[in-house]
């Protein structure tokens, strides 16, 4: 089989030949490759996608041979009045760094800057050495009253772009072993995060969750708008929202005063064009189970099992229901085993959750949530065995 065939088996319920294996391996590869540590197999690959397909695992683009450093992670921001500009601090890089959400070429550190008919905002993105991450260092709403007028503008100033040029340069590179998935728009509480940060996000919801509700009206106006606009230009399947899903900033009443009117029209637009609706998670997910099943997501990106997480896997078909697709299995917790031990016990345990999750084919080996730059080869080597012996 190929790895499209095998990733559509997950998807639809079929048996496939073995179980699909399609690991992130974005933060792995770039922060090897910062790091001159990529392995002498990989020599020639250039993406993490090419190292998948070295591997022969299923490929499932998520971040990778998407656009970045235009505003917003992995999507193609465009605004009609607004005007953005972005400087650069810090020593110029060797090679460019890439991150799951920016592209430094002339800095380690990324400095925004949006000029709206009500004001200019500000955000700073830096990339730091030890984790070959980047973080958001300051972020666009400093001042809920004063900048209100110029964030209200930027949410309903902007607009995204479908690229389809690159969407088909990416799906011919990849060929049958797996597909592009096209990253949408986060959901309205993560734009609050990435616009005033998690913590005062919190605060600014309980103060004025009314005013932020006409923001989120707008944000997910826009995001069906855009997805129609994919399901029309491309043939794309597969749509993943990196919304960073937990249960610490996403509780279950949350769905209720915020997301339903988001997630759920979301998916039906998705469906009714026979396309699949993932979203990426991150940490706790088990008190949602309920909330992903009202959501008609079908499938949760990188689901955590213990100790890291608190969602054993086999559980999720039972409480969420037998159709839900279970994307993960691979956790720091077995990534960054340094034994010599360490690929043994990566057998044992695959081979362990292949047996508590038999039969039910809604199941792709992946990583939870992604995979530690720290993570050895042979690992990784023995995750893609343990897939292939399945």
């Known amino acids: ?3 499209q065939e095998r990733i559509l088996c997950a998807m639809r319920g079929e048996t496939p030949d073995r179980i699909p294996w399609a690991p992130n391996l974005n933060q792995w590869f770039y922060g090897n490759k910062f790091n001159n540590t990529l392995p002498d197999d990989l020599d020639g690959c250039t993406t993490p996608t090419e190292a998948i397909q070295w591997l022969g695992g299923e490929v499932l683009t998520r971040w990778d041979g998407q656009i970045k450093g235009r ?3 992995g999507l193609h921001t465009q605004f009609s009045t607004c005007r953005l500009s972005l400087e650069y601090e810090g020593e110029a890089p060797e090679e460019k760094l890439i ?3 920016n592209e430094y070429t002339e800095g380690t550190k990324i400095h925004r800057k949006l000029e709206t008919p009500h004001g200019t905002l500000s955000q700073t993105w830096r990339f730091t050495e030890e984790s070959c991450a980047d973080f958001e260092e300051a972020f666009w709403w400093k001042d809920f009253e004063k900048d209100y007028p110029a964030i209200r503008t930027f949410i309903e100033d902007r607009h995204y772009g479908c690229d389809t040029t690159e969407y088909d340069q990416t799906k011919k590179q990849i060929g049958d072993s797996g ?8 959901n309205p509480l993560k734009m609050l995060h990435w616009l005033c940060g998690p913590e005062r996000a919190i605060y600014l919801l309980i103060d004025h969750g009314p005013k932020l509700k006409e923001l989120f009206d707008i944000h997910t106006r826009k995001t069906l708008e855009f997805t129609e606009q994919l399901l029309e ?3 794309t399947k597969f749509f993943i929202s990196n919304d960073n899903l937990d249960a610490m900033l996403f509780p279950p009443y949350y769905f209720d005063e915020y997301l339903y009117d988001h997630y759920i029209p979301l998916a039906d637009l998705i469906h009714s064009k026979g396309g699949y609706f993932w979203v990426h998670s991150c940490g706790n997910n088990l008190k949602l189970a309920k ?10 990106e990188g689901l955590t099992h213990p100790p890291l997480g608190d969602f054993p896997l086999h559980e999720a078909h039972e409480r969420i229901g037998p159709d839900f697709v279970v994307d993960g299995g691979n956790s720091c917790h077995e990534q960054e085993l340094f034994d010599e031990d360490g690929p043994q016990k990566i057998r044992d345990f695959s081979k362990n959750l292949f047996k508590q999750i038999a039969g039910n084919p809604h199941f792709i080996f992946a990583s939870s949530c992604n995979t530690s730059p720290r993570t050895p080869w042979q690992n990784i080597l ?3 065995d343990a897939a ?3």
């Open 1 to 3: 089989m190929t790895g």
């Open 71 to 73: 505003g917003f992670p």
């Open 99 to 101: 991150t799951a959400f």
């Open 179 to 186: 597909f592009v998935m096209q990253e949408l728009p986060e």
């Open 233 to 235: 230009k491309t043939d």
């Open 291 to 300: 909330c992903i099943k009202k959501c008609k997501i079908d499938c949760m």
């Open 382 to 384: 023995a995750m893609r």
């Open 388 to 390: 292939a012996n399945s």
